[in-house]
């Protein structure tokens, strides 16, 4: 079988989706797909007709969006190949699911899913993948990172894949978890990997502060919703670590944290207070995401908007 599988390129949860795709098919390609920008790769596929030559596409932790949805659904040839398997509940509020071939999971028996964990399930459930004690422990530590649950469960493991990650970008994480599959029957690091932990966090720790320094408050009004939110330029690798510093002293008293990737296209927001839906942010100017956190395109009308009129 000829598999063609879209993830996403920018944190773990989609680079380990591609672990699992390479694991499980022989003739495998996978196409690391940024944020936004899953239509204009599927849409390349489609354009040039090279998309029918594959038995099976896969889409994990990212989903399409319309017209594209419905120029698949209304193709008989490409809606049965087709299957998206994503995590975010902004796509079930957009209406991306009304689709047979999408599916989003959002809670699997009131466990929080993630890409990974999705995806994973439903390579052994097709016998495509055969369980691992490895495989176990890899779903579960990308779940417990993405859904934000690793601290509460007092496992500082999920994080260090992570920081595996963020500092030696998705082609050599690859090839370093792929190594280890390879050679251990179960996930571990080596004290090599455990002194690049100890040093992203120092560096962490010197960094952070000035972003602190430099963020800027912005009132938004949100369907009738008031967010007080503060807007920083950052560094993609620290944007899942400065929500945390900030929520120990919120001395701005904010709701959110705006983070605007000065390495990236997007803009990510993290909640500061634990009621606030970050979702809904991120979706006023044109994103996705969860409640806790989620992102936009930097380029959207509306935040390029706001960039002009707040001077951020």
């Known amino acids: 079988m ?13 680079i380990n989706c591609a672990i699992l795709g390479k694991r499980a098919f022989k003739d495998y390609e996978m196409v690391p797909t940024k944020s936004f920008a899953i239509n204009e790769n599927v849409s390349k596929y489609m354009s040039d007709k090279s998309m029918y030559n594959y038995d099976l596409i896969i889409v994990t932790d990212l989903c399409i969006k319309e017209p594209l949805l419905n120029e698949i659904n209304n193709d008989k040839l490409l809606k ?4 998206v398997l994503d995590h975010h509940e ?8 009304k689709y047979d071939f999408v599916n989003i ?12 964990s999705i995806f994973y399930k439903y390579l052994v459930d097709n016998h495509y993948l055969n369980k691992t004690r490895f495989l176990d422990t ?9 859904v934000w649950e690793w601290q509460e469960k007092n496992n500082i493991n999920p994080r260090k894949l992570h920081i595996l990650f963020e500092t ?20 571990k690091f080596s004290q090599d990997e455990e002194k690049i932990f100890a040093d992203f966090e120092q560096d962490l720790h010197d960094t952070i502060e000035r972003y602190i320094n430099n963020i800027k408050v912005v009132i938004l009004n949100i369907d009738k919703a008031v967010y007080k939110v503060g807007f920083t330029h950052i560094l993609y690798k620290y944007r899942n670590d400065i929500n945390a510093v900030i929520m120990k002293d919120n001395k701005l008293d904010i709701d959110a944290i705006g983070l605007i ?24 100017f044109g994103g996705r995401g969860h409640f806790a ?11 390029q908007e706001l960039l002009m009129k707040e001077k951020l």
């Open 168 to 187: 030696q970008g998705f082609e050599k994480y690859m090839q370093i978890i792929e190594g280890k599959l390879e050679h251990d029957k179960e996930l």
């Open 293 to 303: 956190a989620a992102g936009n395109p930097k380029d959207s009308k509306k935040f």
């Open 261 to 284: 990737i000065d390495d990236g296209d997007s803009v990510s927001y993290r909640q500061t207070k634990p009621n606030i839906d970050v979702g809904q942010i991120a979706n006023y």
């Open 90 to 97: 902004s796509e079930i509020t957009s209406g991306n699911d």
């Open 105 to 116: 999971i959002v809670l699997e028996n009131g466990v929080k899913q993630s890409g990974t």
């Open 138 to 146: 890899l779903s579960e530590w990308t779940r417990l990172y993405d």
């Open 2 to 14: 000829k598999v063609l599988h879209f993830t996403h390129s920018q944190d773990i949860d989609g």
């Open 80 to 83: 049965d190949k087709v299957i």
